[in-house]
């Protein structure tokens, strides 16, 4: 796990507050050239330092000092593939945040930010799937070998098109969460403790090789934590970031 001085998450510039990295297992960062250099096929995962391979189409925007971004279309993400060896072990609680910004455009729903499975399919053994769908976030939660074991939460606030957002999904058992901007949104309840372990992420499209349900606006970071983060260190994470991303 990174440290919270680690400058290789930071970028050489240390946030105020400072990011929170406790119990961080995954991150990649389009505006840090240890994790994408700017061009090329290959993005590196800051904590594992594992790498993502690009498929299909996809652009890599640079619109001010530090602000980088992926933007999908046609189907384009990077993925570990269902080989990617991530090993994150996960047992009762899950937290994702991704800045994200939606275009507006491409598949109305089920349009995929993050996905995370550990088995040799997204169908066997499959987490989580993080999502913007119709206007809304949801959390897909798979708490078993069985691809139909999901719980979903949809968020109650729309998001805008065109403007960053920082989405966050807590899982902590039994509670599941969502934050827009680092503010509680919506929580439900659900029956069983148990997740699977994550291999395997696959970033901006469905995670199958036919490359669905892309996303189709911009993804700028992508955190992965092995536990729930509380209220405040999901506000403190919005906080840290928020002029880059100009709100």
């Not at 240890?34 to 330092?49: A, C, F, R």
Request: aromatic residues 10%; proline residues 2%.
């Amino acid at each position: 796990m990174l440290k919270e001085q680690d400058s290789e998450y930071n970028m050489g510039t240390h946030y105020s507050p400072p990011m929170i990295h406790n119990g961080l297992v995954f991150c990649t960062d389009f505006a840090n050239n240890k994790s994408y250099p700017g061009s090329g096929n290959t993005l590196t995962d800051l904590v594992t330092k594992k790498t993502l391979t690009k498929e299909n189409t996809y652009t890599f925007t640079t619109t001010a000092p530090g602000l980088g971004y992926f933007a999908g279309a046609a189907g384009g993400r990077f993925t570990t593939g269902n080989s990617g060896g991530l090993g994150i072990a996960l047992t009762s609680e899950l937290s994702v945040g991704v800045w994200y910004k939606k275009a507006g455009n491409g598949a109305t729903s089920n349009q995929r930010l993050v996905e995370l499975w550990s088995g040799t399919s997204v169908s066997a053994g499959h987490c989580a799937s993080i999502k913007d769908s119709t206007g809304k976030q949801q959390f897909w939660l798979n708490q078993g070998a069985s691809d139909s074991r999901f719980i979903t939460l949809t968020s109650t606030t729309a998001r805008s098109n065109s403007i960053w957002r920082y989405y966050t999904a807590t899982y902590g058992s039994p509670n599941l969460k969502i934050y827009m901007d680092g503010v509680l949104d919506i929580t439900t309840t659900s029956t069983s403790s148990t997740l699977d372990d994550v291999n395997n992420i696959c970033i901006g499209a469905y995670a199958s090789d036919n490359g669905n349900y892309h996303f189709d606006g911009s993804i700028s970071i992508v955190q992965v934590y092995n536990r729930e983060l509380s209220i405040d260190e999901v506000k403190q994470n919005f906080n840290a970031q928020r002029n880059r991303f100009g709100v």
